[in-house]
């Protein structure tokens, strides 16, 4: 066995992180009930230590965008509701008319979240209308950059190659301006998830559904209008998707398992996707030595719809993934001191300290969380969180 060395520094052991992402399209609908299963709840021995959430066609009338300006949407309470005391915070949202997207983490990951800015890039209307589009949260978690894209692409079968041009105009139009943020396409992370609106071409609507009902989904597969742009775009082949061994999650009928009953008769598609995408290393030269990169690797481990809910003409679909990752940061750069019991009738003084290596800029904040009725978790972006009522 090698002898340890006393004075060599240890190196930050390996993390692994559990990310669960919801897509779903709710069709201006409210909340249910119970959404235990969607946000895999009812599973033992989860451990689970991100949720990111991604909402299309929340109700964005008038009425619903006042509301929700002056108090917070239904479904951002419903969710808070329900996970602040499994120990989540909020950490970040970014909504654009009926698109909403949501990142909690548990609040021992807060001291490693950096950054956080977010983005909205409408398409509707030659980019002037947020009907469609996509929202955009950036961060980096422990010393890596993560981008997190919520989109809402064209409908209907004829317009895939409008599709496919706003997939790269969301792209296009990730820059962080001011921040020093590199090119998303360097990011160590995409997740990319939403109403992607993609359709079966060719088969008929009587051979889809009879495909779907024996559970023969290859012949489908096959001829997904997705699946066929992987095949031809060199950077669209670059974000992986886990298998479709569920059924197509539109178009049904609300508050049933039945597809589209309506005289349209819309033909079923999986319209709902969840992809990803890992930052490509460079090339090795032969006649030179490469450096070992970064420990970052993401797995899948679930990818599946949710037909028990019913209150939208789209099922809902989540992936479970587990991030490893040798942490960049490994102790926060700050500390937060808190010098007596805070509260919301009077000023608050916050202190922190700063270890030598911290290099500030004009960036800097310090949040206010809110965890659960009358109680608040002051972070700041690298350092300590402090929870205070």
């Known amino acids: 066995m090698a002898a340890v060395n006393p004075r060599k520094p240890t190196e930050p052991r390996g993390k692994t992180l559990s990310i669960h992402v919801v897509t779903w399209n709710v069709a201006s609908a409210a909340p249910p009930l119970d959404l235990s299963d ?34 917070e949407d239904p479904w951002s309470s419903f969710f808070m509701d ?24 548990k609040h021992q990951h807060l001291p490693f979240v950096q950054i956080l800015s977010t ?31 919520n989109c809402h692409l064209p409908p209907h079968m004829a317009n895939n190659d409008q599709r496919l041009e706003h997939f790269d105009w969301i792209l296009e139009m990730q820059n962080f301006e001011g921040q020093d943020i590199p090119n998303i396409l360097e990011h160590d992370l995409i997740l990319w998830f939403g109403d992607m609106n993609f359709r079966i071409d060719d088969f008929g609507l009587h051979f889809v559904r009879e495909s779907i009902k024996n559970q023969c989904y290859s012949d489908l597969w096959e001829k997904d209008q997705l699946s066929i742009a992987k095949r031809h775009d060199p950077l669209l ?13 539109y178009k049904f009928d609300k508050n049933s ?35 070992p990169a970064p420990h970052f690797c993401l797995s ?4 599946v719809s949710h037909m028990m809910y019913c209150i939208s003409d789209h099922k809902p679909v989540t992936s479970t993934f587990d991030l490893e990752l040798k942490p960049l940061v490994s102790a926060p750069l700050i500390t937060l001191i808190p010098e007596r019991l805070w509260t919301m009738e009077n000023d608050m003084l916050i ?10 800029s004009p960036w800097d904040w310090i949040g206010l969380y809110k965890i ?6 002051a972070e700041d972006p690298l350092g300590e969180a402090q929870p205070h009522i």
């Not at 109700?59 to 929700?68: F, K």
């Not at 082949?237 to 999650?249: N, S, Y």
């Open 257 to 291: 398992n039945n597809y589209d009953t309506s005289e349209k008769k819309r033909k079923p598609a999986w319209t709902d996707r969840i992809l990803w995408r890992l930052k490509r290393q460079p090339q090795a030269n032969p006649h030179t030595q490469r450096l």
């Open 372 to 377: 659960q009725p009358g109680s608040f978790l």
């Open 82 to 105: 329900v996970l602040s005391p499994l120990s989540f915070v909020k950490v970040s949202s970014v909504r654009m008319q009926g698109l909403l997207l949501l990142f909690f983490a």
């Open 300 to 303: 899948l481990r679930s990818y």
């Open 351 to 360: 202190s922190y300290s700063l270890t030598p290596d911290f290099l500030s």
């Open 237 to 249: 082949r670059e974000f992986q998707e886990g298998p479709l061994l569920f059924p197509p999650t």
């Open 119 to 149: 983005k909205s890039t409408p398409t509707g209307l030659f980019g002037y209308w947020g009907n469609k589009g996509g929202v955009t949260i950036c961060l980096k978690l422990y010393g890596y950059y993560v981008s997190i894209i």
């Open 38 to 71: 969607l946000l895999q709840l009812n599973k033992d021995n989860l451990n689970l230590d991100i949720y990111v959430i991604g909402l299309q066609e929340m109700n964005c009338g008038i009425l619903s965008l006042l509301s929700d300006t002056a108090f």
